[in-house]
């Protein structure tokens, strides 16, 4: 069991996410797989991560609560309907991995950062970096009451520090 | 058929499903036509029918309707192949197919070039056959919007319109919203079940 994965779910659990739209990732295996065993959250695979973006966009203007989980390289894709979404005030709550400043491992992923950093920042958006030894749970949970009260969009990045990958087979 | 004759068949089998309308002309006629609350105008290229997608899925007690560019469309097309993996009975995605792009002087062919050929990815996705139809002919259109209504989809009705003035910048019609009372009003109509009335100094 994934120590961290375990809190991010519990976190979104005590946050009423119901729906989970992702692109699946070694980085956030653990914590989809949670997902996918919640029978009070429903799970949708997307086919780009900029599509997730934004059918969890349409969920929230029909009042429902979803995350969005994905490689951070997603966000490269994703600055014009992270966009619209801020001009209309339809937020979307993104968990994604990497796109922190330690802890990588392969070179391959500094492009995927930069570009995740580049939308982010691009767009002003309210972004954190979990750290080791935080409680994740209710980090999520207020990140979501911000997300859902202020109506802005929200990125939290998960470092491969955190154990959130998915365990070998 | 032309482009206002697809909006037309939409309005006259929409009821009070929830309607999300790609960037162009399309929105414009649907504002001008039928103002109703729970509108989604001018989405931008490629996810109109993933924002409606998503809507679908939040409210499976009511319809939802896309009108999709048969370029945005296919700017987003990978929307359809999750929509077939993960199928839900109320959308409808409804693709105004002119087989151009609607901006400049329209004259710009788009990448999917024909209805026929939109209607073959989406059947390659996994939509069923009896699921996606291509038409030229709006009585024909009214006529599976009408039976959407009565019978599971998701449906994908690819429309052959005639190309127009009103494909080219600057002559089609504009919404009267903009994108943030558009996504409020809508916001507050399906989360209430009942329509907040007019937009108004006092609500916007």
Known sequence: MSASAAAIHAGLVAAGIDFCIYLPDSGTGALTELCEADPNITTIVCAREDEGIAMAAGLFVAGRRAVVIMECSGLGYAGLILARCKLQRTPVFVLASHGGTIGEQFDYHAGPIMAARGIVDGLHLDNIVLQPGELHDETIRLAFQTVENHRTSMVVFMPPYLDTHRAAR | ?204
């Open chain 2, 1 to 204: 058929m032309q482009r206002g004759d697809v909006v037309d068949a939409v309005i006259a089998e929409r009821d009070d499903a929830t309607v999300v309308v790609s960037v162009g002309a399309s929105s414009g006629l649907v504002s001008a036509k039928d103002p109703h609350p729970a509108t989604i105008y001018n989405m931008v290229l490629g996810y109109a029918t993933a924002f409606a997608y998503g809507i679908a899925l939040a409210r499976p007690d009511r319809r939802t309707i896309v009108i999709d560019g048969d370029g945005s469309m296919f700017a987003g097309i990978q929307a359809l192949g999750t929509l077939a993996r993960f199928p839900v009975d109320n959308l409808t995605v409804v693709v105004v197919a002119n087989g151009i792009w609607g901006t400049g002087d329209g004259n710009i062919a788009t990448t999917p070039g024909s209805a026929e050929q939109l209607a073959a990815i989406a059947r390659a996705c996994g939509h069923p056959g009896d699921r996606v139809f291509v038409t030229a002919k709006a009585a024909e259109l009214r006529a599976l919007l009408a039976r959407a209504k009565r019978e599971p989809g998701p449906w994908i009705a690819c429309a052959v319109t005639e190309r127009s003035s009103t494909d080219r910048s600057g002559a089609r019609p504009r919404v009267q919203l903009d994108s943030l009372e558009a996504a409020d009003l809508t916001r507050r109509y399906l989360r209430s079940g009942t329509p907040p009335g007019p937009l108004t100094a006092s609500n916007a």
